[in-house]
């Protein structure tokens, strides 16, 4: 199974028909992250046959050059924003050390963690500004997929938006790390010291499966 049949799915109805037109439209009108052929992009780099974390963010960064399509990662050649300074302070002091200090995630999801935003576009300087566009919908029904069509899927949630999604993950069939948002404004409130990195690899060595390298 691939991607293709979700997204078959998705293509058939009316909300995401209507979601493709508003954001078509923002990018003619606007400033929009990522770049247009980076929306998808997370699912390119992580094929679901290979899936084994989903990663779950709020929406893209909203500042020029940042965004690249993938939740929490950026371009090599920027200076890491401060969520991605506050993963990489706790996969640190979790497991050592990580191979992305250059805050480009691509290798994770190469690995197989899907990085995903529950909004995947955003306006430039306006945080959640695509919130009502139907992108919710849209990564609802993405994450029910692969949890009715998957299993042994560990699910890090981080803050209120992607915790919400737990109810429509399949406990009995998945696994679920959820806590606070690296967010500089909400990290110190039990970010740092949640170990996600090394329980997600607890769990996959456990299941048979490789770990990742964080």
Not at 96 to 117: F, P, R
């Amino acid at each position: 199974m691939t991607w293709d049949r979700f997204f078959q799915e998705e293509q058939s109805k009316e909300y995401y028909q209507k979601l493709m037109n508003e954001v078509n439209k923002a990018y003619e009108n606007s400033v929009v992250f990522p770049p247009k052929d980076k929306i998808f992009y997370a699912f390119s780099l992580t094929p679901l046959e290979n899936l084994k974390v989903v990663i779950l963010g709020q929406d893209p960064y909203h500042g020029a050059t940042q965004a690249q399509g993938l939740a929490f990662s950026t371009p090599s050649n920027i200076t890491n924003p401060p969520s991605m300074r506050n993963m990489l302070k706790e996969i640190e002091d979790d497991i050592g050390s990580s191979v992305c200090q250059n805050g480009d995630l691509s290798s994770w999801a190469e690995n197989g963690v899907l990085l995903i935003n529950a909004i995947l576009t955003v306006e430039e300087s306006k945080p959640k500004s695509h919130h009502k566009l139907g992108w919710e919908i849209f990564t609802d029904n993405l994450i029910k997929f692969i949890s009715s069509n998957c299993k042994d899927v560990v699910f890090i949630l981080w803050g209120s938006s992607a915790i919400k999604k737990e109810k429509i993950i399949d406990k009995s069939k998945h696994h679920i790390l959820s806590g606070v948002h690296p967010s500089p404004l909400s990290a110190y409130r039990g970010f740092f010291g949640c170990k996600h990195f090394s329980k997600t690899n607890k769990i996959l060595k456990s299941l048979g499966k490789k770990e990742i390298i964080w």
